[in-house]
């Protein structure tokens, strides 16, 4: 069974910076594409940044510039590194691992941007 496990989150005013990181465990194909979506209260889930195995990145518009994904393959981990944050950024951000046509997801852990 493959668990993502997330960590980081929590309150930043305007314009500050955050860190998300996830871990994945379980048995998992080194060929899968892993990344972060949000869900704002009233809203639907939406894509923030995907990374696959290979490295090659995809970004929303709307965070683009500002938010960096990276991962380490062999620890089979991504991260998420967040600057220059908006109020609207604010959201449940949750940790997505895709193999194919299978997804799992991690619990989410809440960001809040407000001064």
């Known amino acids: 069974q493959v668990q993502l496990v997330e960590s980081g989150g929590g309150l930043v005013q305007p314009g500050g910076s955050l860190g998300l990181s996830c871990a994945a465990s379980g048995s998992i194909s080194r060929f899968n594409t892993m990344g972060w979506y949000r869900q704002a209260p009233g809203k639907q889930r939406e894509l923030v940044a995907t990374i696959t195995s290979g490295g090659r990145t995809n970004y929303a518009d709307s965070v683009k510039g500002r938010f960096t994904i990276s991962r380490d393959n062999a620890k089979v981990t991504v991260a998420l590194q967040m600057n220059s944050l908006k109020p609207e950024d604010t959201a449940v951000y949750y940790c997505?691992?895709?193999?194919?046509?299978?997804?799992?997801w991690g619990q989410g852990t809440q960001v809040t941007v407000s001064s």
């Open positions: 997505n691992l895709r193999i194919l046509y299978v997804e799992y």
